[in-house]
């Protein structure tokens, strides 16, 4: 196991080592015309301060030079993880570690109270319309599931707002303003609709893979030895069937919850939640590749470790894997 | 004949589909006494399983249309509540499979799955029953149970996962036990040793067996009777000397005749079978055998022949008469082997 470690450690190391040098490639080099140019705006320049900001921004420097300074700054080290004199946001100058930090607690704020809602949701439909299977239940669990996979965020976002907020006026609309303490946000309510906008796509494919492994558990041998000898109906599904039927499910949810909190942008740009999604959007639009480079690698960094967490997780789910 | 333990009568297992109605089992009957060793032969397809699915009750009335009696202790299965039904079902009558592969839970350790069984069955403690497990895992032939109880399945051999899979059956002490192609997926050796320890527990628990295979040969040494069984119904019914040395049903003959023998010194092929079992969906008009029959007549295309007895207890359902049957029997399948 421990050696296991350590290999998988070297490769997620490769691939964030990748991941920032795509990033700087398709942001820095990809793009035609001058980054200095894009940076400056709409405001006419003169060459003299094109060239002030290409200077002040280290881009009159060999590629490779300007890459190693912001790939040092990824180096896990106080002084040089997203250190301040690199990673600014070249639009208003605030350091990328300090939007990154004031904005994380929202998106995970964001990403478990959805997480929670789709599993909350997802498993028990996913499990009935199995075990129900072609009943009236399975049918309507089946119509929640498809038009959840099909419905696009931002207009059920859009849907749930006109309903729950306009015509009823049972929830707050738009907005979780930075100031308020978050704890408060949530106790006010603000977080409920994006929670659910966020999490009904989730719940409706969650549902329809718990269904389907439940129902491919049911119909193996020793769901039949089970059944045989003489446990109750009720066990058979819940100890034997659900034991294997869940267990892929661990992987997906813990990529999923990974996705979720390198940003949900869609749904915190509808909701106007100051979170790391809109950040991203910003960065992307202001040409602020510090910004860019911070939440790309980050997002990345979220992936690769669920990565690791699900396989180890693994090995004490499923007795037949082991590590070496 | 003594109080039989199960009487299996007229069963029909019918199942609905989409193509329309499998007949999968269609009328069979039959008895068996206590401590007696049954064989159930056929191919795949013939509805051996199925029907011994459902004296377990494990074939459920919404997806097939069950009719007929099956009496087991003087009590109709086919009538009582599912809750009753499990009461009995591990307990008196108890089921192992042909995969042990696949029919042990990969999730749980052996000796989990074998005191789950006892605990559902029997009020003991946790520990009592990790205890019976074990003494179950050694009575089957598992050396250091104690160790092996704490192994998953995954780290038993095949013919091991089998021998486990007996001790769950009849670690509640069942008065029969259903062994469904037990040793189909086994290694010829291991095949040996599995029906011998059936043979020797079935004495140690004196409990009745059905052995369900699709080879005469499986069944040769063990079985006190056998019924053959093809496309739903039974086609032949006797003792052991009756069925392998005075077999009365074409079938019957074609299955006897492709049993390989490792005495024969001769070149010779085997001889299958020709032709493919029939669709249940649409069973052949007469006897279902016919298409394939060598010696197939007229009245064979449209009349189903009764399950009669010739002597005894040994009955074949075959239009060809006895004196018929005789001769072929001698002078046609006696004569190759």
């Keep these: 196991m421990g050696r296991y470690l350590i290999r998988r450690t070297l490769f997620m190391v490769l691939v964030l080592f990748i991941v920032s040098l795509f990033t700087f490639i398709i942001f820095m080099k990809l793009p035609a015309g001058d980054p200095a140019r894009r940076l400056a705006g709409s405001r006419a320049t003169t060459p003299q301060e094109l060239q002030a900001i290409r200077h002040s921004i280290g881009l009159d420097e060999p590629l490779l030079v300007q890459y190693g300074r912001f790939a040092k700054g990824l180096i896990p080290w106080p002084g040089f993880f997203l250190n301040k004199q690199v990673y600014f946001s070249w639009a208003n100058n605030v350091p990328v570690s300090e939007e990154i930090y004031s904005r994380l607690p929202y998106t995970i704020t964001l990403s478990l109270g959805a997480a929670a809602v789709f599993l909350v949701v997802g498993i028990p439909i996913g499990i009935i319309s199995a075990i129900k299977r072609r009943s009236f239940v399975d049918r309507a669990g089946m119509v929640f599931a498809l038009i959840g996979v099909s419905a696009p965020v931002f207009w059920l976002a859009y849907l749930m707002l006109y309903f729950f907020w306009f015509k009823l006026g049972w929830l707050p609309g738009i907005g979780v303003p930075a100031g308020e303490p978050i704890l408060k946000s949530i106790a006010l309510g603000r977080f409920i609709l994006p929670w659910f906008a966020l999490a009904f796509t989730f719940a409706a494919f969650y549902t329809r893979m718990i269904r389907g492994n439940l129902i491919e558990t049911m119909s193996e041998d020793y769901i039949r030895t089970a059944r045989a000898k003489g446990l109750s109906e009720r066990r058979v599904i819940f100890k034997h069937g659900l034991r294997a039927a869940l267990t892929p499910v661990v992987t997906m949810f813990g990529l999923d919850l990974a996705t979720l909190l390198g940003g949900a942008v869609i749904t915190e740009t509808v909701f106007n939640i100051p979170g790391i999604g809109q950040y991203t959007l910003q960065a992307i639009f202001g040409g602020n590749f510090p910004g860019v480079m911070g939440v790309t690698v980050l997002a990345a960094f979220f992936i690769v470790i669920a990565n690791l967490v699900v396989d180890v997780l693994y090995a004490f789910l499923d007795p037949r894997v082991r590590y070496t | ?337």
Excluded at chain 2, 21 to 46: H, N, Q, R, W, Y
Excluded at chain 2, 184 to 209: C, G, P, S, Y
């Design chain 2, 1 to 337: 004949m003594a109080e039989p333990l199960l009487e299996v009568k007229d069963l029909t297992v019918h199942f609905p589909t989409e193509d329309g109605l499998v007949k999968a089992v269609d009328g069979i009957s039959f008895s068996l006494a206590p401590g007696e060793t049954l064989g159930v032969v056929g191919e795949s397809g013939s509805g051996k399983s199925v029907s011994f699915l459902t004296v377990m009750g494990l074939i459920h009335s919404d997806q097939a249309v069950i009719e007929g009696e099956v009496i087991f202790q003087g009590q109709d299965l086919l009538k009582l509540p599912a809750e009753e039904m499990r009461n009995i079902r591990g307990a008196r009558i108890s089921m192992i499979f042909q995969d042990p592969m696949t029919s042990l839970h990969p999730y749980y350790k052996v000796g989990t799955q074998i005191s789950e069984a006892v605990r559902t069955h029997q009020k003991v403690s946790k520990k009592e029953a990790h205890d019976q497990a074990v003494e179950m895992l050694r009575k089957v032939g598992i050396p250091r149970p104690d160790e092996r109880a704490k192994q998953y399945p995954h780290e038993f051999s095949g013919g091991m996962r089998q021998r486990a899979m007996i001790a769950m059956a009849l670690s509640l002490n069942p008065d029969l036990l259903i062994a469904d192609e037990p040793t189909t997926a086994l290694d010829v050796t291991v095949q040996a040793q599995i029906l011998d320890l059936i043979d020797r527990l079935k004495q140690e628990f004196n409990a009745a067996v059905v052995i369900i295979t699709h080879d005469l040969g499986v069944v040769a040494e063990h079985c006190d009777a056998i019924q053959v069984m093809y496309a739903g119904k039974a086609v032949e019914f006797g003792g052991r000397r009756d069925i392998y040395y005075g077999s009365h049903h074409p079938y019957t003959w074609g299955l006897l005749r492709s049993i390989a023998r490792l005495d024969e010194d001769s070149k010779e092929r085997l001889h299958p079978i020709k032709g493919l079992p029939p669709s249940l969906i649409n069973v052949p008009p007469g006897c279902a055998f016919n298409p394939r029959c060598p010696y197939v007549m007229d009245i064979c295309r449209t009349e189903t022949p009764a399950l009669l007895p010739s002597d005894g207890h040994h009955a074949s359902a075959c239009h060809l008469s006895l004196a018929d049957k005789e001769r072929i029997l001698k002078e046609e399948v006696m004569a190759r082997s």
